[in-house]
């Protein structure tokens, strides 16, 4: 491991090339920081943090197959480096972190917050008690499976963990951060979303939100069979459309709940139409 004054060694783990990319310029930025690999998912992870032992490694919870919950348990106790989970998960996620002193960026990143994380990075390798602090993350994620670290560890040693992160990997709630504070919406009570410049107008119960992230990484975060994109810059919830209107050039209009006109383009219109 690296001493306070020299380089962290760092890897990205994010299964989207935007979001490892966005997140390496921030670290390069910021300095002091030597990226050794970055990883497109779980298993390139799984090969690379035993073969470059990194400080610290940025992991993006949300990943098809090996997700970064479970690659930090399929890592060799030994070999779990100091990890920062970056994460657009629910309240009970950053909890679980916060409780257990798991240090996590939320998305869309801050480079003040990464600043942050990178301090405590180098606060915990000075104090070498790295058991304890491994430890904490096995803690971290039974709570997040709400299940107890005895248990836990059992189906750990036993290679029977399968992800049971009970139910959708889409969270049940979106963080909106704005002016320091952090609001979660429930994505159940989100009417329509539509793009503003650099931002995104979340619109839910009659209050609209405004966020600074791409259409493509919020759209991640929403369950596809409840929400589609109907438009370049305006996504859905389906369970608010009252009915579609045809327009006179070949475009569709839908019609919400709350008498909200959104048009639909043409090239969205089979696509939305088979799952209404």
Not at 15 to 37: C, M, N, S, W, Y
Not at 115 to 139: F, N, P, Y
Request: some cysteine.
């Amino acid at each position: 491991m690296s001493g306070s004054q020299d380089k962290l060694r760092a890897i990205v783990v994010d299964d989207e090339p935007l979001a490892r990319k966005g997140l390496r310029l921030r670290l390069q930025a910021l300095g002091d920081v030597e990226i050794v690999a970055e990883c497109s998912n779980g298993r390139e992870a799984l090969e690379e943090v035993p073969a470059h032992k990194p400080d610290v490694m940025f992991v993006d919870i949300q990943m098809p197959g090996i997700d970064g919950l479970q690659l930090v348990q399929q890592l060799p106790r030994e070999e779990i480096p100091q990890v920062v989970f970056v994460t657009a998960y629910d309240q009970y996620a950053v909890e679980a972190f916060e409780v257990n002193a798991v240090d996590y960026v939320l998305k869309p990143l801050e480079d003040e917050r990464l600043r942050q994380a990178l301090e405590r990075v180098r606060e915990k390798l000075a104090s070498a008690d790295i058991a304890t602090q491994r430890e904490q993350l096995l803690e971290a994620v039974a709570d997040l499976t709400r299940e107890s670290p005895e248990v836990l560890e059992q189906k750990l040693a036993a290679g029977a963990f399968q992800g049971e992160l009970g139910g959708s990997r889409y969270p049940e709630k979106i963080a909106i951060k704005d002016a320091g504070r952090i609001t979660l919406v429930p994505a159940a009570d989100i009417d329509w979303i539509d793009a503003a410049g650099d931002y995104m107008c979340v619109h839910a119960n009659g209050e609209t939100h405004v966020m600074r992230i791409t259409m493509k990484e919020l759209e991640q975060q929403l369950d596809p069979g409840r929400f589609q994109r109907i438009h370049r810059s305006t996504i859905v919830n389906l369970g608010r459309v009252r009915e579609i209107c045809a327009h006179i050039n070949g475009e569709y209009h839908l019609v919400l709940n709350n008498g909200e006109r959104l048009k639909m383009s043409r090239s969205y219109k089979t696509k939305v139409q088979h799952f209404l």
